[in-house]
């Protein structure tokens, strides 16, 4: 992989699929300065300047970021990586509006973002905390989020997903999970069970604001023939017994794999990700009452 003035690229020590990027300070000077005249508030209100700020993004980096986001997240032997910026000299953390506009050019290079119905925009903020009354896994602190694919309950297409964690206090445990479905030691029987690829009903709870539901198979075929997924253990509604108990030891196959990449994402980092092959997850945090992280999410489609 070549060089990018501005960026350190390197395998992430927890898998050689998954690279960790890092963003040299000058570079971040650089974005700093140049997204500063954008309000969050004209972000949302007028799409073309998530596609400024992508582009000026590129050119800081010599008009390479671009390419190399593409590759990593469409080649099946990679398909994530994580990135942030350089630890600033002060210690002091980036605010979180500019990693909300850092996060969006990191998207618009390679795509456009779904509608978020959760939060009625292009990007979704939400907080985990010590207590929670929410209907969903997402914010539940002390349960663990199972491994899972985006996009499962919505008609459009979710190629990709982007988290990024704006900050988080009094935090223990809450590691970040990944599985590649080619690392997955029971893929190939779970891909050539009949019922995998039936249709599954997919629906919602309240708090995602998607009043249809929406079937499909949990797995099927990408242009290239591998097998990619889409599912999510809360959201399918079997019809039958022998659905049920097929999602029951897919869930088990996957939460018990051996090739499951845990790691903690600092504060700042984004971790981007190829939705149809990687699975992600979040292992549950030791309890605290004064326990906060807020994450950002960004999902959508490739331009091509």
Known sequence: MENISGLKIENHNKS????????????????VKKFSSIDLLDLEYKPFLRF???????KTFGGKIRSLFENILTDRNQGAFVIGPETLSNGSILD???LV?????FTHLVGTPNFDAMTGKYYA?????????????????????DL????????EKTDWLLMTKIKEKNVEG????????????????FFNDPVGKEDFTWGSPKSKNVEYKVTH????????????????DQFPEPKNMEQGLFLHRLSNSLENSKNKIIFKLPVGYSIFSNNYFLLHGRQPFVEHKELQRELMRQRGVFYN
């Open 16 to 31: 050689k699929r998954l690279k960790l990027i890092t963003i040299l300070k000058p570079a971040i000077d650089t974005l």
């Open 52 to 58: 400024y700020l992508a582009e000026e993004c590129n």
């Open 96 to 98: 979180d509006k500019f």
């Open 101 to 105: 506009k850092l996060s969006t050019a």
């Open 125 to 145: 903020r939400f907080e985990v905390k010590h207590v929670d009354s929410s209907d969903s896994y997402l914010r539940k602190a002390y349960k663990p989020l």
């Open 148 to 155: 899972h694919t985006d996009g499962t309950y919505v008609k």
């Open 174 to 189: 809450g590691e970040s999970v990944l599985l590649h479905l080619d690392d997955w030691e029971d893929g190939s029987k």
């Open 217 to 232: 198979p949990v797995f099927f075929k990408d242009k290239s023939g591998n097998y990619v997924i889409s599912y999510i």
